[in-house]
Structure formats: structure tokens, C-alpha cells
């Protein structure tokens, strides 16, 4: 098994206040995995159209590896609202490219020569991408991880797509909010600690689970062990992608052979100076990716 990363699903562009920027939350992944030394591609579809020249082109700028193919469907985009805290709110085009991420053989090879995966559930909204991802993480060798970033978005989930998700999911990354709509979707009870370790034990795979707390903190669940940190308070610029530089950094010191709690150190560092920079993919200083 080689050392390739991989983030598959979304390629967008987030439409703020201050213009376009590349986004998607795995293809964020894998631009902050590779920030970490690590060798990632970013997996997903744009459309024969300037919008995907350009997102293709951007991803070169930024020295990105990439397995993107043209479809006929127009490249996704998002138009980004943000609070005066900076939180965004997202209005998601549908029926766009990366709705439409074919299976082919390279996608397959792929696989087989990756130790990790990132995917959500947005890019499942489709059957045919849901397909693509699946078929994907079924390729893999069984010792490889599956991190299921769940992004929970408008109404583009289902149990289906949650439960499919969690039997292969080897870490599950959500929020403080995605927890309550999960706990609600497999009927469990209990305190958010008890909720977490229940969903570890109720999917055989699952090893760990990551809740991020917005300003309050983050934490990090094992079958019998917890790791809590604060956020550190910091001038946000906006949020946008700070969450999948969490996951990237945490999935790619953990891969370095790092414990859990310098893991998670680390990732509340990188994320803290992604709020402090407009966009998803600011560069990030070296002191944070030693």
C-alpha cells in the first residue's frame, strides 16, 4: 500500500463576500494533508465549462495532485453568506459535476494504492457519485482509514447515506450541532459523551470520533479514552474550511505515527489560524506543520 491521502467528493467554488475561491470540503483535505508533507490527491468532477478550467487551473497554482474529471454538467459552486462572527451559511447549486464523479478504472487502481480517505455525505446526494465513493472506499486494503467528515448540509443526508457511511467509516468528524441530528437519526439516548462512544460501539469499524464545539472546544473519543481542548481565541476572518483543516492535520500527524492528543493539539492549532485568514486555503506556517 502506498502513502497516498485522498479527499473524494465536492470540487466548488465558495462565492463570499470578497469573490471566489477553491473549495469543497475534500478537496480542502487534501490541499491541508499535503501542507502536512503528506502525498494526497483530491478526487472529484467539474464541467467542460471557464469555471472548471479555472478551478483545474487553480489547483495546479497551488501545486495540488488531482484525479478531476470533465463532465456535462456545469462546475459546482456555493454561494457563501457570513455572519458578523464570521460563521458561514452555504446555498448549494444541485444537478452540478461533482454530482456526477464517474467509476473508472484509474479511480480503482487509486484505491488500492491509498491508506486513507476523507468523505462526506454532500457528495452522496447523488446516487451516482454515492456510487463512486463507495465503490471507492470498498477498493481499499482493509487496514486503510476511512474518515467520514459528515458535513451535514440543507437537506442533502438521509439514515441511508449516514448508516451506509458509518459501517465503513473508520473515524467520523462532526460537529456539535451534526451530533444532535445523528443521535436523533439512530435513536440514541444520553449525554453527547455517551452518544459518541454508542455510536463507536453500535458500527464494528469505527475507532474513534472527533466533535468539534465551535469557541467552546474539540474532542476527541476512543472506546475508553477522551481528549479535550479549548479553542483558542483568535481575530476570525471567517470559518470556511477550518473544519477540514481539523481533519486533514489530525488524520495526517496521526498517520505520521503521532498519539491522539498531539494530533488533536495540533489540528486545534492549524484550524485556529485558518479562522484567521479569509478563504479555505491559506498557506500555513511551517512551525504549524513540523
Known amino acids: 500500500m502506498k502513502n497516498i491521502i485522498v479527499g473524494i467528493g465536492e470540487a466548488l467554488w465558495d462565492c463570499l463576500p470578497e469573490g471566489r475561491k477553491l473549495g469543497g470540503a475534500p478537496v480542502n483535505f487534501a490541499y491541508h494533508v499535503a501542507q502536512h508533507g503528506m502525498q494526497s490527491i483530491a478526487v472529484s468532477a467539474v464541467g467542460n465549462d471557464a469555471l472548471g478550467d479555472e478551478y483545474i487551473a487553480g489547483l495546479e497554482e497551488v501545486n495540488q495532485a488531482q484525479y478531476i474529471v470533465r463532465v456535462a454538467q456545469p462546475t459546482g459552486t456555493v454561494q457563501v453568506s457570513l455572519s458578523e462572527d464570521g460563521i458561514p451559511t452555504y446555498e448549494i447549486c444541485k444537478n452540478v459535476a461533482w454530482d456526477n464523479i464517474p467509476w473508472t478504472p484509474e479511480l480503482e487502481a487509486l484505491a488500492r494504492e491509498s491508506q486513507a480517505v476523507c468523505f462526506g455525505s454532500l457528495a452522496q446526494r447523488s446516487e451516482i457519485s454515492r456510487d ?8 481499499m486494503s482493509l487496514d486503510a482509514e476511512c474518515i467520514f467528515d459528515i458535513n451535514l448540509r440543507q437537506s442533502f443526508y438521509s439514515l441511508e447515506v449516514i448508516t451506509e457511511s458509518l459501517k465503513r467509516a473508520t473515524i467520523l468528524k462532526l460537529n456539535d450541532e451534526e451530533i444532535k441530528i445523528i443521535q436523533e437519526f439512530l435513536k440514541l439516548e444520553g449525554e453527547t459523551q455517551a452518544v459518541c462512544r454508542q455510536i463507536i460501539e453500535q458500527f464494528p469499524r469505527l ?10 472546544g474539540s474532542y476527541v473519543f476512543t472506546a475508553d479514552k477522551t481528549s479535550y481542548i479549548p479553542t483558542p481565541k483568535v481575530d476570525v476572518a471567517d470559518t470556511v474550511g477550518a473544519g477540514d483543516s ?12 503521532r498519539p491522539i492528543e498531539e494530533a488533536h493539539r495540533r489540528a486545534v492549532a492549524v484550524s485556529a489560524f485558518v ?16
Do not use: H, W, Y
Open 246 to 257: 481539523f481533519t486533514a492535520t489530525f488524520v495526517a500527524q496521526l498517520l505520521k505515527g
Open 207 to 216: 475507532k474513534m470520533v472527533i466533535l468539534t464545539c465551535g469557541a467552546v
Open 132 to 139: 463512486t465513493i463507495l465503490r471507492f472506499i470498498d477498493s
Open 275 to 290: 479562522c484567521t485568514q479569509n478563504g479555505a486555503m491559506p498557506v500555513i506556517p511551517p512551525e504549524l506543520t513540523d
